[in-house]
């Protein structure tokens, strides 16, 4: 079964800066390689909904609410994916959440726990 584990998460002043990590320990690195990897999120009331995704370092999109402040990426060796954020605002406040996408860009696996962000003063 496929683990995802994300971390990284805390509470961060507005206009500051958090880098979340993913890792898919149980993944091998064959199978972690090809996958579209992607950062989801979800705040209080709302629906998940798909952040960024990488395929490789120079192939990566983001939703127009994060473009030009989060910076997605992966380390295949590591088997990890990073979300960078900064400038940091209070709508961004969430659960984050990785995953694997498929063809039709849906999430492939079963959902990690996920690591709290905060954004307050």
């Known amino acids: 079964q496929v683990q995802l584990v994300e971390s990284g998460g805390g509470l961060v002043q507005p206009g500051g800066s958090l880098r979340l990590s993913c890792k898919a320990p149980?993944?091998?690195?064959?199978?972690?390689?090809?996958?579209?990897m992607a950062w989801y999120r979800q705040a209080p009331g709302k629906e998940r909904e798909l952040v960024a995704s990488?395929?490789?370092?120079?192939?990566?999109n983001y939703a127009d609410s994060v473009k030009g402040r989060f910076t997605i990426s992966r380390d295949n060796a590591r088997k990890t994916v990073y979300l960078q954020m900064s400038n940091l605002k209070p709508e961004d406040t969430a659960v984050y959440y990785c995953?694997?996408?498929?063809?039709?860009?849906?999430?492939?696996?079963?959902w990690g726990q996920g690591t709290q962000v905060t954004v307050s003063s």
């Open positions: 995953n694997a996408l498929t063809s039709t860009k849906q999430p492939k696996y079963d």
């Open positions: 149980r993944m091998i690195t064959s199978v972690f390689n090809p996958n579209l």
């Open positions: 990488v395929m490789t370092n120079s192939d990566r």
